[in-house]
T-cell receptor, first 110, second 116 residues
């Protein structure tokens, strides 16, 4: 079955630097992959979707890449700010539902 | 656009009582709504998929008689935790998928349930 691996350890980044989060999957390459942001005690918020035929997608300071050979997606936040601190979840298209990673906590230090 | 609300945001109840959680899509129609449960620092766990006008599809290990789901309209789904016990204490989150949409889910803010 499909499994998603996200770094369970918190990622500490200095303000202004680029934060890079990793999402690895183990089985079939999904038709699309999504990234969400979740703040403590809140529901996830959709950020970006990238399809299997897209190598890269950008939205303001966010960039997502999708490498089906490596079975990996990278999520970048450039010029990071303390307000970017949150848990970021990766989700893959499954059979009529999303398969979720456990998320990586990102901490941007001023 | 694409706002989903949940009510209540937080509830404390006594063991043995039932609790109803509402999930509403405010500015779009949702043929499908999903109910998740999340434990601290853990991934979202899908409990059931709710389709308007039909019975919900429950994930393996989720008791359908304990977690009653009703999706009576294109904008409202409810989850009722019956005869709640302390082990049911958790963060419950709903999400909705737009009519005709296949991909993105829009999440509610979640409901924190504490059963004493």
């Amino acid at each position: 079955s499909q499994k998603i691996e996200q770094n369970s350890e918190a990622l500490n980044i200095q303000e202004g630097k680029t934060a890079t989060l990793t999402c690895n999957y183990t089985n079939y390459s999904p038709a699309y992959l999504q990234w969400y942001r979740q703040d403590p005690g809140r529901g996830p918020v959709f950020l970006l979707l990238i399809r299997e035929n897209e190598k890269e997608k950008r939205k303001e300071r966010l960039k997502v890449t999708f490498d089906t050979t490596l079975k990996q997606s990278l999520f970048h936040i450039t010029a990071s700010q303390p307000a970017d601190s949150a848990t970021y979840l990766c989700a893959l298209e499954g059979h009529y539902q999303l398969i979720w990673g456990a998320g990586t906590k990102l901490i941007i230090k001023p | 656009g694409a706002v989903v609300s949940q009510h209540p945001s937080r509830v404390i109840c006594k063991s043995g009582t039932s609790v109803k959680i509402e999930c509403r899509s405010l500015d779009f129609q949702a043929t499908t709504m999903f109910w998740y449960r999340q434990f601290p620092k853990k991934s979202l766990m899908l409990m059931a998929t709710s389709n308007e006008g039909s019975k919900a599809t429950y994930e393996q290990g989720v008791e359908k008689d304990k977690f009653l789901i009703n999706h009576a309209s294109l904008t409202l789904s409810t989850l009722t935790v019956t005869s709640a016990h302390p082990e049911d204490s958790s963060f419950y989150i709903c999400s909705a998928r737009e009519l005709g949409g296949l991909e993105t889910q829009y999440f509610g803010p979640g409901t924190r349930l504490l059963v004493l």
